[in-house]
């Protein structure tokens, strides 16, 4: 079965551009969730979609947006690149929602830098 | 107010050893469960193992354990028998019934390397 797939893996953008990260969840998961990662504020939860409805967001700004596709797989996008963007952006899916015993399965991450 | 707390920034641990990492929680919800995840250099979040706050006993997977004290709020990782390929960082995470959705909440990560 194949794990949560996201692309690029790595992406060199400049300020003020804007960017599209993918992820594909694994097959049977419906529900998706974006973190940001950095080194001075750790992992950080963007927010999460469910049935292509976003059911939770986290303390971002509106430049960080997202959604979710009818076949699970979700974008999220960053309009007007900050420095502060560079980051590790990992995508992480599950089965359903609320089940607060599930764990969640992790991508290998989209490593933004922003120039 | 930090809901997840691991205090030690990094550890140095000889191959074939044990090593014990620390984490403490804090939540007022009755209903959560606690994780581990293993992330090495590639980036990739690897789940480890899963601690319900009903479960009467500690969880085991393999070479990883958890050491969980409910009335003490911890939820400390043992990893027996150290290996080279054991090298990375280590998050410890909840999330709570409460709330909503699947929201993980991390703690800031211990790094540990492991020395032939």
């Known amino acids: 079965k194949a794990g949560v797939t996201q692309t690029p893996r790595y992406l060199i953008k400049t300020r003020g551009q804007q960017v599209t990260l993918s992820c594909s969840p694994i097959?049977?998961?419906?529900?998706v969730s974006w973190y940001q990662q950095t080194p001075g504020q750790g992992l950080q939860f963007l927010f999460e979609?469910?049935?292509?409805?976003?059911?939770n967001k986290g303390n971002f700004p509106g430049r960080f947006s997202g959604r979710q596709f009818s076949n699970s797989r979700s974008e999220m996008n960053v309009s007007t690149l900050e420095l502060g963007d560079s980051a590790l952006y990992l995508c992480?899916?599950?089965?359903?929602?609320?089940?607060?015993?599930?764990?969640?399965?992790f991508g290998n991450g989209t490593r933004l830098t922003v120039t | 107010a930090q809901k997840i707390t691991q205090t030690q920034p990094g550890m140095f641990v000889q191959e074939k050893e044990a090593v014990t990492l620390d984490c403490t929680y804090d939540?007022?919800?009755?209903?959560?469960?606690l994780f581990w995840y293993k992330q090495p250099s590639s980036g990739e979040m690897i789940f480890l193992i899963y601690?319900?706050?009903?479960?009467?006993q500690n969880a085991t997977e393999g070479r990883y354990s958890l050491n969980f004290q409910k009335a003490r709020k911890s939820a400390n990782l043992v990893i027996s028998a150290s290996q080279l390929g054991d090298s990375a960082m280590y998050f410890c995470?909840?999330?709570?019934?409460?709330?909503?959705?699947?929201?993980?909440?991390f703690g800031g990560g211990t790094r540990v390397l492991v020395k032939p």
């Open positions: 097959s049977g998961h419906r529900s």
């Open positions: 979609y469910f049935s292509e409805t976003q059911r």
């Open positions: 601690q319900g706050s009903y479960d009467q």
């Open positions: 992480a899916s599950s089965r359903g929602e609320g089940a607060y015993n599930s764990p969640l399965h």
């Open positions: 939540t007022s919800d009755p209903s959560y469960g």
């Open positions: 995470a909840m999330r709570e019934k409460k709330a909503a959705g699947n929201k993980l909440t």
